[in-house]
């Protein structure tokens, strides 16, 4: 269907850019993306394999990413200052994020959809379960963690691939892109260079805000820890997460699993901070296996009423 553009979505009243995949009568499965990343983060290629599953994949630009609103205008973010404790400069917070999601559920006419998160995706996604459970007909939470700081750490070669200094033109923000998803990458599956080299230039092209993820990293750390939260969330879940995550230690995904009630755990030897092409079908078949489960057996919290679209779509 290509690219579209919702307006004065959600309480913050934004506009958000998505596309839909697939049959619209199909169930919808919401994807939320990363820290800084954009739908095009989410592969046409794993969308092409959830579609063959009979899932209507809907990937969209957060706020501060892509071709969505950009809070341009907000105090800048003092990420240091919010790693030592400091969040005083956060403009927004996950919840923030997630009334985001929910505001592009009812911008479409959606009373629920299934989420699939990943990364700070995944942050979001749990948001929206927990503080909006009745638009959550399942949960998938990939490479993502809880939110409690002794779980999901960086290693400390990724941490090293973001030092240096900022970019100052096309061809230097693509380098570091590119040098940032290789140290983030798959180590069992490859790394397809000239796919990051292309992701990134797109990436570029679309809106390249390094402030505004910044602004994305603030958040999630003036969010804190969702764990207890997590744990009265009552909605078929599934947590996927890469044994070699340096970005995310898998311990993360772990304590995601653990908190929520009856998750399942699959755990990728050789998968990092990614999503390589080899394990799209894999990941495609058991994210729609969890969906189809939940559209013939649902357990969650009474929907909201379908509502009108109230926030014009715009093509």
Request: aromatic share 4%.
């Amino acid at each position: 269907m290509g690219e579209e553009r919702a307006v004065n979505v959600g309480p913050a009243g934004i506009e958000m850019v998505y596309e839909r995949l697939g049959d619209p009568q199909a169930p919808p499965v919401l994807l939320v993306m990363g820290i800084g990343a954009q739908l095009i983060g989410w592969p046409d290629g794993f969308c092409t394999e959830l579609v063959a599953r009979g899932v209507q994949p809907i990937r969209f630009d957060n706020r501060d990413s892509g071709l969505s609103s950009h809070f341009s205008d907000a105090p800048k973010p003092d990420f240091m200052a919010a790693l030592a404790g400091d969040t005083s400069s956060a403009s927004y917070t996950l919840s923030d994020m997630a009334a985001d999601s929910v505001g592009l559920l009812d911008a479409l006419g959606l009373d629920s959809a299934h989420l699939v998160g990943a990364s700070l995706g995944g942050a979001i996604a749990q948001t929206v379960a927990i503080e909006h459970p009745g638009r959550v007909r399942s949960l998938t939470s990939v490479m993502s963690t809880t939110g409690d700081p002794s779980v999901g750490r960086a290693g400390p070669e990724v941490l090293s691939a973001f030092a240096g200094p900022s970019p100052t033109n096309r061809e230097e923000a693509v380098e570091r892109m590119v040098r940032i998803a290789r140290a983030l990458g798959s180590p069992g599956f490859g790394f397809d260079e000239a796919a990051a080299v292309e992701r990134a230039g797109r990436s570029y092209d679309r809106a390249h805000d390094p402030v505004g993820i910044t602004r994305q990293a603030v958040a999630a750390l003036a969010s804190g820890d969702r764990t207890e939260r997590l744990r009265s969330l009552r909605v078929p879940a599934l947590v996927i997460h890469g044994a070699n995550d340096s970005m995310c230690d898998v311990s993360g995904g772990q304590a995601t699993a653990t908190a929520i009630d009856g998750a399942e755990l699959m755990v990728i030897d050789g998968m990092g901070h990614s999503l390589p092409q080899a394990l799209w079908p894999a990941l495609a078949e058991r994210i729609a296996a969890l969906v189809h489960r939940a559209e013939a057996h649902p357990c969650r919290s009474a929907p909201v009423p379908a509502p009108s679209p109230a926030s014009p779509v715009i093509p």
